[in-house]
């Protein structure tokens, strides 16, 4: 199997996270790749490839083209006015209901109010050269689906920073742009056929949802753990099935805390029906893999085996599949993790 991987994912190195009232290490950094580079590389069914250039065309056939530009000049524009910082963390949110019984309003035109108009959260800092890595793990998504579309039954983009929770609008959740939904709208959008995004980490890709939510060629399905306990908490319920031409389209399926292998597949292979059901001719895996029982952030409990029961799963969908990492935070397990599902899958 086809692995698109490339080291401008080195470009994104925060420092510093703040998350649950604290500054704290970075659950999200670069050792997350190099360790599934590391592990894939040294098993000879994995064939390492660079990701072509790809432009800023695809991105902004999917995201707001001002989200595109804040986040190519801001932190340019934010260390000018605040020389010494390293990482840009937004501090006022330009939250709707601020301005509600008036317009929607304009993006602001300080820089400091800026940040929060882009971005909903503060676990996803800025750095200098974050923008070259987003670029970098879109061109790692669309190169790995292009290797699908080219004829591969099943190719993995190594992507870093992970995207599934940027919205059209919005980054945050450690994501700039929405890898999976800009691979997703490129096959929908070049070939006029129906793909689905199948989402397989713990947290529900409340981005990726937001994306396809009104669209009926593009079908979402995710599962997770229940918003009620678990982030981005205001998304990812299961009523919520899709509005207009996308009634329908949209599936969600929460999970308890402690869920295990069996209960997981089970569910897995529920969630497989509605995409046998919705008929794609493609499907994109968001590959989370912090699912896992030792997962430092997650309450799932699936295990590595169950990894590679998830990956076979999705095989005997008998669809061409471009999976993309999103999340896996046990760094020491998160390549074999890895692995495993794409053994799964096929490798
Ligand atoms: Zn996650």
Redesign the pocket.
């Known amino acids: 199997m086809k692995v698109v991987h490339t080291p401008r994912h080195l470009l994104h190195d925060p420092q510093v996270e703040y998350e649950s009232s604290g500054a704290q290490s970075p659950f999200e950094h670069i050792g997350r790749a190099e360790a599934v580079r590391a592990t894939l590389q040294a098993d000879a069914r994995f064939q390492l490839v660079e990701p072509a250039e790809w432009g800023t065309a695809p991105i902004e056939a999917v995201h707001n083209p001002g989200l595109v530009r804040f986040l190519a000049e801001g932190w340019a524009l934010y260390t000018a006015q605040h020389p010494g910082v390293r990482e840009v963390v937004p501090d006022v949110f330009a939250l709707a209901a601020l301005r509600s019984k008036m317009t929607p309003g304009r993006e602001p035109q300080a820089i400091g109010g800026r940040v929060g108009y882009w971005c909903f959260e503060t676990t996803t800092p800025l750095t200098e050269t974050t923008y070259e890595a987003a670029r970098g793990a879109v061109d790692t998504a669309l190169s790995a689906t292009q290797i699908v579309l080219d004829g591969a039954r099943a190719a993995f983009g190594l992507c870093r920073p ?1 995207g ?1 929770h940027a919205t059209a609008d919005l980054y945050g ?2 994501c700039f742009f929405n890898n999976a939904a800009i691979a997703a709208h490129h096959v929908a959008s070049t070939t006029g056929t129906k793909v689905t995004v199948l989402d397989v ?3 529900h890709g409340n981005g990726t949802q937001q994306i396809f939510y009104d669209r009926d060629d593009v079908q979402y399905v995710s599962l ?1 753990g229940d918003p009620a306990r678990a ?1 981005p908490y205001s998304i990812g319920f299961a009523d919520e099935t899709g509005t207009g031409r996308g009634a329908g389209c949209n599936h969600n399926f929460p999970l308890p805390e402690r869920t295990d292998d069996d209960r997981w597949i089970d569910t897995l292979a529920i969630a497989c029906e509605r995409i046998a059901a919705f008929g794609p001719s493609t499907v994109v895996v968001s590959l ?1 893999l ?1 699912t896992f029982i030792n997962d430092p ?2 309450d799932l409990a699936v295990t590595t085996e169950g990894m590679r029961r998830s990956g076979d799963v999705v095989r005997q969908l008998g669809l061409p599949t471009v999976a993309l990492l ?4 046990d760094v020491a397990a998160l390549g074999a993790n890895v692995q495993a599902w794409l053994t799964g899958l096929g490798a």
């Not at 999103?326 to 935070?329: H, L, P, R, V």
């Open positions: 992970p599934h959740g450690y980490d713990y947290h997770h982030y989370g912090d952030i997650s999103e999340g896996g935070y």
